[in-house]
C-alpha cells in the first residue's frame, strides 16, 4: 500500500518545522518536564492540529491518512507530539455528535488555536480500564449539573481551555442498558469553579495530571449529544485516536531505526564498523520490517476511516503493531549504542522513554487482544 504523492508536500512542511526543534530543545524540556509552548504554538500557526477539522469551521479539511503523516512526520523528526496530538482528534467527539449551536460556538476557534480542546478525562483511579465502573457523578440541577469524582492521567488539563469529560448521569444498575447511563460534557475549564488540577511526574516529559471535581456546576448545555449515550460517542472517537497513535508509533520507530543504522555504520570496533557484524545488522533489518509491516496496517486502518468504513479491528490492530514496533525498535536502538544509548545528549533515552507509553495508553495490549479475541474470532468475551 503505498502513500498518496499528495502527502510528500506536507511530510515537507512538517519537517522543515520540526528542524527549529532540535534535541537540545526537547532535552532542556525534559529536564524540567515543561510544556514545549514554543513547538505547540508553531504547530498550531501552520494549522497542522486543525488538519481533520472541517473548512466550513476554519479547518483543513484533511483526510486521516494526511493527519496521520503529520504525526508520523513530528515522532520521526525526533520531536514529540504527545504535547499536543489530542488537539487533533479529541474534537471528533464535537464534529460528531455536538449540535450545530456546539459545533458553529467551538470549533472555528478550535481551528484557530484560540481554544485548546486537548483534555480527555476518562479514566479514573479506582476503575482503570473498565471505563463502565467509572465514579464520577454528574447531577442534573435545574438548568444545570453538578460534578463530583476524580479522574486521572488527565493529560495537558494544565494547558487547555476545555476539557470532554465522561461523567456518571444515570447510576449503573438503572441504565436501561450496560454501556448506558454515561454522559459526555465539554466543559470550559476557565468558567467552572470546584475543578482542582494536580500534575503528576512521570517518567518522561508528558504533562499530564490528576482532577478533582467538587461540586462543580456545568451547564446543561455542555451535555454533548444525549444523556447516557456518552460511552457510545467516546468510542466512536477511540479509532481515529488509534490509527494517529499508531502513526506517532511508526515516527518513533523510523527514528530510532535511522538513528541505529547511522551509527552501526560510523562506530568503529576491532577495526570494522560494528554494522559490518550480522549480530547488530540483523536487529536493526528486523526492527524495520516490523515498522513497515506495522506502518501497512496503520494505513489501512486510515484508508478505511476516510472511506467511512468500520475500522475498529483496523485501528486496534494498527496501534497494537505500530506500538511492539516502536518499543522493539527503541530497545534495539539503545542496544546497538552500547553505552551511549544511555546518554542524555544523545536523545535515545528520552525518545526510549517516551515511546514505552504506547502499549499501555491509550489502552493497554491487552484489551487490544481481548477486542481481536472477541470481535474478530468470536471468542467469549472475557471481562
Ligand atoms: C502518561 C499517561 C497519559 C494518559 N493520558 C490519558 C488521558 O489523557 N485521558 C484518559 O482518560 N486516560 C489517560 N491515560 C490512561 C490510560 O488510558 C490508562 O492508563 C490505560 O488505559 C490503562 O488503564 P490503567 O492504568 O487504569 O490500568 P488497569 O486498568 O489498572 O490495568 C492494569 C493492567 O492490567 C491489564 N488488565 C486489566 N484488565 C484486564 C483484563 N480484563 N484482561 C487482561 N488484562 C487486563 C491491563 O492491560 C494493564 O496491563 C493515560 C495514561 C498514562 C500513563
Not at 499536543?84 to 474534537?91: E, G, R, S, V
Not at 480542546?117 to 447531577?139: K, M, Y
Not at 451535555?223 to 467516546?234: A, C, L, P, S, T
Request: charged share 20%; net charge negative; with cysteine.
Amino acid at each position: 500500500m503505498t502513500e498518496s504523492a499528495d502527502l510528500a508536500p506536507i511530510r515537507e512542511a512538517v519537517r522543515a518545522l520540526c528542524a527549529d526543534f532540535p534535541g537540545e530543545y526537547w532535552r532542556a524540556l525534559d529536564r524540567e518536564r515543561a510544556y514545549p509552548e514554543k513547538f505547540v504554538a508553531a504547530l498550531t500557526k501552520a494549522g497542522f492540529l486543525a488538519a481533520l477539522i472541517p473548512e466550513e469551521f476554519g479547518g483543513s479539511g484533511l483526510n486521516m491518512n494526511a493527519a496521520a503523516a503529520i504525526m508520523e512526520e513530528i515522532q520521526a523528526c525526533g520531536c514529540n507530539g504527545a504535547a499536543c496530538h489530542a488537539q487533533m482528534y479529541t474534537m471528533g467527539t464535537l464534529l460528531r455528535h455536538g449540535s450545530a449551536e456546539q459545533k458553529a460556538h467551538y470549533l472555528p476557534g478550535i481551528a484557530r488555536g484560540e481554544l485548546r480542546l486537548q483534555a480527555f478525562g476518562v479514566t479514573e483511579p479506582t476503575s482503570g480500564t473498565d471505563t463502565l465502573a467509572l465514579r464520577t457523578t454528574a447531577v442534573r440541577d435545574g438548568d444545570a449539573y453538578v460534578i463530583n469524582g476524580q479522574k486521572i492521567w488527565t493529560s495537558r488539563a494544565e494547558h487547555s481551555d476545555l476539557m470532554l469529560l465522561l461523567a456518571r448521569t444515570t447510576p449503573r444498575e438503572q441504565a436501561a442498558k450496560r454501556t448506558g447511563g454515561l454522559t459526555v460534557f465539554l466543559i470550559d475549564m476557565r468558567a467552572v469553579k470546584g475543578l482542582t488540577v494536580w500534575p503528576i511526574r512521570t517518567m518522561m516529559n508528558h504533562a499530564t495530571t490528576e482532577i478533582f471535581f467538587e461540586n462543580m456546576r456545568v451547564p446543561a448545555a455542555a451535555v454533548i449529544g444525549q444523556e447516557g449515550e456518552g460511552f457510545r460517542y467516546i468510542l466512536s472517537g477511540m479509532n481515529a485516536e488509534r490509527i494517529l497513535i499508531g502513526a506517532e508509533c511508526i515516527g518513533d520507530a523510523k527514528w530510532f531505526i535511522g538513528k541505529a543504522a547511522a551509527y552501526a555504520g560510523e562506530r568503529v570496533v576491532f577495526g570494522r564498523p560494528i554494522g559490518q557484524n550480522q549480530g547488530v545488522q540483523f536487529p536493526i533489518a528486523r526492527a524495520y520490517i516490523g515498522m513497515r509491516a506495522a506502518e501497512l496496517m496503520v494505513r489501512e486502518a486510515a484508508t478505511l476511516y476516510e472511506a467511512g468504513k468500520e475500522c475498529g479491528a483496523e485501528a486496534n490492530m494498527a496501534k497494537h503493531l505500530a506500538a511492539e514496533a516502536s518499543w522493539a525498535a527503541a530497545d534495539m536502538c539503545v542496544q546497538t549504542h552500547g553505552g551511549f544509548g544511555f546518554a542524555e545528549e544523545f536523545d535515545i533515552e528520552r525518545k526510549f522513554r517516551e515511546t514505552r507509553l504506547y502499549t499501555v495508553a491509550p489502552i493497554s495490549t491487552n484489551l487490544v487482544l481481548s477486542y481481536i479475541a472477541e470481535h474478530v474470532l468470536g471468542l467469549p468475551r472475557s471481562y
